[in-house]
Nanobody, 127 residues
Framework: QVQLVESGGGLVQAGGSLRLSCAAA????????MGWFRQTPGKERELVAA????????YYADSVQGRFTISRDNAKNTVYLQMNSLKPEDTAVYYC????????????????????WGQGTQVTVSS
């Protein structure tokens, strides 16, 4: 059974930093791309950052480019999202997800391309 568990969320002041972690209980973690999404009430889930299985390619939404960094440790079955210079508009529930590909060099943007999801962790940035 696949399980993704996010941690590291919380309340932070604008300009601060948080590091999200996603621990994956899945045998194929090292073979699959991973993504971090976020969602606020009434809005669609949006891709924040994604990384291929080998970390050879990454993607960032324009809104977080230069502030967030996605990374992974395949030996620990964990993907990270380092968030710096946080803004109130970064407030959301953040989800990690594993895409449905194996050994792909492609970064997937569509939530429908992701098959496994964590339960989410709340990030709140105060002004």
């Amino acid at each position: 059974q696949v399980q993704l568990v996010e941690s590291g969320g919380g309340l932070v002041q604008a300009g601060g930093s948080l590091r999200l972690s996603c621990a994956a209980a899945m045998r194929t973690f090292s073979m699959q791309g991973m993504g971090w999404f976020r969602q606020t009430p009434g809005k669609e889930r949006e891709l924040v950052a994604a990384i291929t299985w080998s970390a050879s390619s990454t993607y960032y939404a324009d809104s977080v480019q230069g502030r967030f960094t996605i990374s992974r440790d395949n030996a620990k079955n964990t993907v990270y999202l380092q968030m710096n210079s946080l803004k109130p508009e970064d407030t959301a529930v953040y989800y990690c997800a594993a895409d449905l590909s194996y050994y792909s060099s492609h970064v997937y943007m569509n939530p429908n391309d992701y098959g496994y999801w964590g339960q989410g962790t709340q990030v709140t940035v105060s002004s």
